[in-house]
């Protein structure tokens, strides 16, 4: 069965500092990819997706990934984050069907 | 917000009684969602529907039933609740009449069974 793995529960980092949230998947056929962000309180948001084409793919508010065929990975990174990116995130994919996977989700929280 | 409500938003409720969720959308889309959100679990789907009385189950569809008479409304329904219910629920639409792959997520629904 396909998977998404979310290694890190709580990611704890500075403004203005870097982060990667990391994402791999179990599948050996072709997949979509996809990063979505959930503020507390509220419902998920699309950040990005990875359909076909280019493996770096740029979302909103800053954020993109890179598509990782070999090493199954579809990485989520920002350069510099703000408090306001502090929210939980997930990973999903699409294999074959038109039914979402999701992965179990990572705490990002951004300290002044 | 792709034009989804859900209610109630929030609710209480006891072991053993029945408990429906409305999910409406505005824009005539095909494809309707249920999942529940709970801690250490990510999202899981409940069961889904790719149009009017056309629905199918998901991972996790023990104890709950769903209907979608009209293409505005999806209903999930909880026979009779158990305390493993509680969680957050949503729902979310897929753009189109197609299955474009990307999902839009309705606002949730926290369900408290006691």
């Known amino acids: 069965a396909q998977s998404v793995t979310q290694l890190d529960s709580q990611v704890p980092v500075f403004e203005e500092a870097p982060v990667e949230l990391r994402c791999n998947y179990s599948s050996s056929v072709s997949v979509y990819l996809f990063w979505y962000v959930q503020y507390p309180n509220q419902g998920l948001q699309l950040l990005l997706k990875y359909l076909s084409g280019s493996t770096l793919v740029k979302g909103i508010n800053g954020f993109e990934a890179e598509f990782n065929k070999s090493q199954t990975s579809f990485h989520l990174r920002k350069p510099s984050v703000h408090i306001s990116d502090t929210a939980e995130y997930f990973c999903a994919v699409i294999v074959n069907t038109d039914k979402l996977i999701f992965g179990t989700g990572t705490r990002l929280q951004v300290f002044p | 917000d792709a034009g989804i409500t859900q209610s109630p938003r929030h609710k209480v409720t006891e072991t053993g009684t029945p408990v429906t969720l409305r ?3 505005t824009e005539n ?4 969602y249920w999942y529940r959100q709970d801690p250490g679990h990510g999202l899981r789907l409940i069961h889904y529907s790719y149009g009017v009385k056309d629905t199918d189950k998901g991972e996790v569809s023990d104890g709950y039933s769903v209907s979608r008479s009209k293409t505005e409304d999806f209903l999930l329904t909880l026979e009779s609740a158990t305390s493993s ?3 957050v629920y949503f ?5 189109g009449l197609a299955a474009s792959y990307e999902q839009y997520f309705g606002p949730g629904t926290r369900l408290t069974v006691t």
């Not at chain 2, 729902?91 to 753009?95: E, F, M, Q, R, S």
């Open chain 2, 91 to 95: 729902c979310a639409i897929t753009p």
């Open chain 2, 23 to 25: 999910c409406h959308q």
């Open chain 2, 29 to 32: 889309h095909r494809y309707m």
């Open chain 2, 85 to 87: 219910q509680t969680s």
